[in-house]
C-alpha cells in the first residue's frame, strides 16, 4: 500500500511517499533529511505526537507544559484529560516535571511562573 | 542621552540588544509596554519554535526564555509596562509609565521592534450584526493560553494562516469542535506541517476558497453562511451552507505596527506595511533601524532573530561612526516576486536577500539581474506567499550594479 504523508518535523513540510506492508515500510521517497525517513517509519507504524497545553497553578493562573517526547497519537485526547485534572505547585521553571509518566512521556512546565 | 533604545522586547528586540551589547555598544534601553518579555510568544505554548536557530523543537515561551535569560545575565536595562508615545527624526523617544511619568530619552541609534498586530473583523466587510463570540484567533489564544478561558464550544475559523490552524487545533484539544477552517484563496497560507498536525489530525475540513458571507445572531455568534468564491474571490450564491456555531476566528493576516516608525518619518513600503531598509535594516532616517515582524511578517521566529541581530550589529557600527563607502542600489521585483527586504543596498558586502513570491508556483528560477547582467539563478521545486525565501548575494557582484532585479521564470 502506498501512503502520501506532510514531514511534520520542520517548516519545510516535506510531502513523503511511503509504502507499506503488513505494518512494514518498504520504502520511502521524497525526504530531505534523515529525520523525515525516521518520522515517516514512526507515522506508518506508531504514529505520536508532542502535546503542548497548560495546567492550572495552586494560585489559580496557568503554567504553559509539554509532553516532554511524543506520545501516541490515539492517546491525545486521554493525555489532555490528565493534564486538565493537574494542578502545579508554585514556583514553577523551565523543564519541571508537573505530572509523572504519562503515556511514557512527562508532563514538563515551558514557562517559568513565581 | 542613551547609546542605544529598543522598541520592543519581543524576539527581534531582544535579539538586537544582545546583539548590540556583544558587538561593544552596552548602554542599552529596552522599552517594553507588557508586564513581561518575550512578546507574542509568551501566548505561542505550542512547539515548532527554534529549530534553524538551535536545532531543538521549542515551545514559544522556552524559545523567548533562552533569550530573555540573557539579557538579564548581561545585565540589559529593560523598562517593562512603558508605552513608547513617540518616536522623533532625530532621535528623541518619549516615553510613559506609572513609575516614571512622561519622559524623554535621546538615543544615538534607535531600533524599532514593535512586531504586528492581526487585522480585525472590521477590514472584511461581512453582514450581520456585531454579536458576541467573535475574535481574532490571537486574542482567542491569549484567553486559552494565558487567561485559562475557552471563548466557544463550536468553532468556525475564517483563514487558514499559521495562528488560525494552531487555534483549530488548540480548541480542539481543549474540548471545542472546529467545524471548517474556511480559506478565501485557493491554497492556505500557513505551513504544510501545521495543516497536517492541526487540522488532519483532527478530522478539521479546510475549506479553500470558501468564505464567511453572513454572521447570524443578534446576541451571541449563532451561525455562520459560508459560500465558495469565483477566481474573482466573489461567493457564489448557490454554494451557499450554514454552519451553526457560537464562536468564530479570524485569522486573516498580519499587520506591522508603524505608527512610530511614521512619527519618525520613515519611509514605508507599501507592500510590506512596513519601513524600507538596507541591507543592515537602516530606515531612511539615518540611526534608525527595523527588524522582526514590525519589518515584514515573517513565518518564523527563527529568521526574526537572524534579521534582529543584523539591526543590532550594524547599530553598533552606526554608533561606532562606520565610515564605509556607501552606495545606492535598489532591489525591484517582478510582481510574481512580490518584495524584498532589503529594498535598497547601500554598502559592498555579502548580503542575503529576502523574499516572499505572490502565488504558489511550482519549477521555477529565481533570477536576480543588473541590466543585461544575471547575477544569479537559483531553481526552486516549489515556492508559496506562505513560506518566505532567501539568497544570498555576494560582494563581488554588487561590484558594479546599477539596480537589481528579482524575478521569477516559470518553465
Redesign the interface.
Known amino acids: 500500500m502506498e501512503r502520501k504523508l506532510t514531514c511534520i518535523i520542520c517548516p519545510l513540510g516535506c510531502e513523503l511517499t511511503v509504502q507499506v506492508e503488513d505494518k512494514k515500510v518498504l520504502d520511502i521517497k521524497g525526504n530531505t533529511c534523515p529525520r523525515g525517513k525516521v518520522y515517516a517509519e514512526s507515522e506508518c507504524i506508531n504514529p505520536q505526537r508532542t502535546i503542548t497545553s497548560t495546567v492550572r497553578c495552586n494560585d489559580g493562573g496557568l503554567v504553559a507544559v509539554k509532553t516532554d517526547k511524543p506520545i501516541p497519537k490515539d492517546k491525545m485526547t486521554e493525555c489532555m484529560a490528565v493534564i486538565n485534572k493537574a494542578v502545579a505547585t508554585l514556583p514553577v521553571s523551565i523543564g519541571d516535571v508537573i505530572v509523572e509518566d504519562v503515556f511514557g512521556s512527562n508532563i514538563v512546565a515551558t514557562q517559568n511562573r513565581k | 542621552m542613551r547609546d542605544l533604545v529598543i522598541i520592543g522586547g519581543g524576539p527581534a528586540g531582544m535579539s538586537a540588544a544582545i546583539a548590540a551589547y556583544e558587538n561593544g555598544v552596552k548602554d542599552i534601553l529596552i522599552l517594553e509596554r507588557d508586564e513581561s518579555l518575550g512578546g507574542i510568544l509568551?501566548q505561542c505554548?505550542?512547539?515548532?519554535f527554534g529549530?534553524?536557530k538551535f536545532g531543538e523543537?521549542l515551545?514559544g515561551?522556552?524559545y523567548a526564555?533562552k533569550y530573555e535569560a540573557k539579557v538579564r545575565e548581561l545585565g540589559i536595562e529593560c523598562k517593562l509596562n512603558t508605552m513608547v508615545l513617540d518616536v522623533s527624526e532625530d532621535k528623541v523617544v518619549t516615553a510613559t509609565n506609572s513609575e516614571d511619568g512622561i519622559f524623554q530619552i535621546q538615543a544615538k541609534a534607535v531600533i524599532l521592534a514593535m512586531g504586528c498586530r492581526e487585522r480585525s473583523k472590521g477590514a472584511l466587510n461581512i453582514a450581520g450584526s456585531r454579536p458576541a463570540g467573535i475574535y481574532s484567533a490571537g486574542t482567542a489564544q491569549k484567553f486559552?493560553?494565558?487567561?485559562?478561558y475557552l471563548p466557544g464550544k463550536n468553532v468556525v475559523i475564517l483563514g487558514s494562516g499559521d495562528i488560525g490552524l494552531i487555534m483549530a487545533r488548540r480548541m480542539t484539544?481543549?474540548g471545542a469542535k472546529v467545524h471548517a477552517v474556511c480559506e478565501l484563496m485557493p491554497y492556505s497560507g500557513g505551513?504544510?506541517?501545521n495543516?497536517?498536525?492541526c487540522l488532519?489530525?483532527f478530522n478539521i475540513p479546510l475549506k479553500l476558497s470558501h468564505t464567511i458571507v453572513k454572521i447570524h445572531g443578534k446576541q451571541r455568534v449563532e451561525g455562520v453562511t459560508i459560500a465558495k468564491v469565483d477566481e474573482n474571490r466573489r461567493p457564489i450564491k448557490e454554494t451557499e451552507e450554514y454552519i451553526a456555531c457560537d464562536t468564530i476566528l479570524f485569522s486573516v493576516g498580519l499587520i506591522p505596527e508603524n505608527e512610530l516608525s511614521k512619527s519618525a518619518n520613515v519611509e514605508l513600503s507599501g507592500i510590506t506595511s512596513g519601513a524600507v531598509v538596507d541591507q543592515d535594516r537602516q530606515t531612511s532616517v539615518e540611526g534608525i533601524f527595523s527588524c522582526g515582524n514590525v519589518l515584514h511578517v515573517h513565518?518564523?521566529v527563527d529568521y526574526v532573530s537572524e534579521e534582529a541581530e543584523i539591526a543590532g550589529k550594524a547599530a553598533v557600527e552606526y554608533i561606532n561612526g562606520n565610515k564605509d563607502e556607501s552606495v545606492s542600489i535598489p532591489v525591484k521585483t517582478d510582481g510574481k516576486i512580490r518584495y524584498t527586504v532589503p529594498q535598497i543596498i547601500t554598502k559592498k558586502k555579502d548580503v542575503s536577500v529576502y523574499f516572499r513570491v505572490s502565488n504558489i508556483y511550482k519549477n521555477v528560477t529565481v533570477k536576480v539581474t543588473d541590466g543585461e547582467n544575471v547575477l544569479l539563478s537559483k531553481k526552486r521545486v516549489k515556492v508559496a506567499p506562505g513560506?518566505m525565501e532567501s539568497v544570498t548575494l555576494k560582494k563581488e557582484m554588487l561590484e558594479n550594479a546599477k539596480e537589481l532585479y528579482f524575478s521569477l521564470e516559470e518553465k
Open positions: 509568551q505554548i505550542h512547539n515548532g529549530l534553524h523543537e515551545t515561551p522556552e526564555w486559552v493560553n494565558m487567561k485559562g484539544l481543549e505551513l504544510a506541517r495543516i497536517e498536525q488532519n489530525d513565518d518564523l513560506e
